[in-house]
């Protein structure tokens, strides 16, 4: 009888372990997710004691889970007294769905294109650029063309300014003082940013009136998708541009919706 009622008390207890292991393991799950968030809006890394400021997290609980995460290259030193950043794995994992984002968005970029007969992009910001990750060009003898890969400058191009004008003031002042602005670029002021992207923030679409290329105008808007946050756009020869901004203006806020509808939009930066 003694042995018998042993028996079922340990029966009992194994789900309430069970149950106590799965809800360890679940806190643990969402504290990591908690942690490579806060990496995601901070690319140029952010230290321990940081990671555990922004997550309240014990900074133990954050070296603990960061170790872990560095194991599998989610995340990596981001260099000496620099902290932590995102690492390749989670690129590696994200492959697919900059796959997918492409298959999204690739008919209403040919949309546009049709629609002003002018070159079209999606863009990616990697480090202090953005990269271009697909593009259509039209069929015409004057064209801006340029390759998949092609990388433009963050902080005088419309398609990097219409990142950072969805970036918090945290994130911006983070950029910023890693070099977003180059020290040789004398006629690039902070200031002059900061008035644009406020501007950005207002209209919603960021210009480049030959800022980068001589002869070449681009316009770009933001797009903060599920998938991932983009860059996106019209680019064309400055002498095609005048009387066209408004129209231009306004077919990219009805893609920029049209593409956030149809993917899932996430909260602004």
Request: glycine letters at 6%; aromatic letters at 6%.
């Amino acid at each position: 009888m003694t042995s018998q009622s042993t028996s079922d008390k340990l029966k009992a207890a194994e789900p309430k372990s069970s149950s106590a292991e799965c809800k360890q393991g679940i806190q643990v799950i969402a504290r990591s997710a908690d942690i490579l968030r806060v990496l995601s809006d901070f690319p140029q890394g952010l230290s321990l004691a940081e990671i555990a400021d922004h997550t309240d997290l014990p900074r133990s609980t954050v070296h603990r889970i960061v170790n872990a995460l560095t194991d599998e290259y989610f995340v990596e030193p981001a260099g000496q007294d620099r902290g932590f950043r995102l690492g390749p794995g989670l690129g590696k994992l994200l492959h697919k769905s900059r796959k997918d984002i492409v298959a999204e968005v690739r008919p209403h970029l040919e949309e546009l294109t049709r629609e002003f007969h002018e070159s079209s992009f999606l863009g990616i910001q990697s480090g202090n650029s953005v990269n271009t990750i697909y593009r259509v060009i039209p069929e015409r003898v004057l064209r801006v063309d340029f390759p998949v890969g092609f990388s433009v400058p963050m902080y005088n191009t419309s398609a990097g300014k219409a990142l950072l004008a969805n970036c918090s003031e945290a994130e911006l002042e983070r950029q910023l003082a890693a070099g977003l602005i180059p020290a040789d670029a004398a006629a690039d002021s902070e200031a002059d940013l900061r008035r644009e992207l406020h501007a950005i923030r207002q209209t919603g679409v960021a210009a480049d009136y030959e800022r980068h290329v001589r002869g070449v105008c681009a316009f770009s808007v933001c797009l903060n998708t599920y998938m991932g946050v983009f860059s996106s756009g019209i680019v064309l020869p400055t002498a095609r541009i005048e009387g066209r901004e408004d129209a231009i203006w306004a077919a990219l806020k009805a893609f920029k919706v049209e593409v956030e509808n149809r993917i899932g939009s996430a909260a602004p930066r």
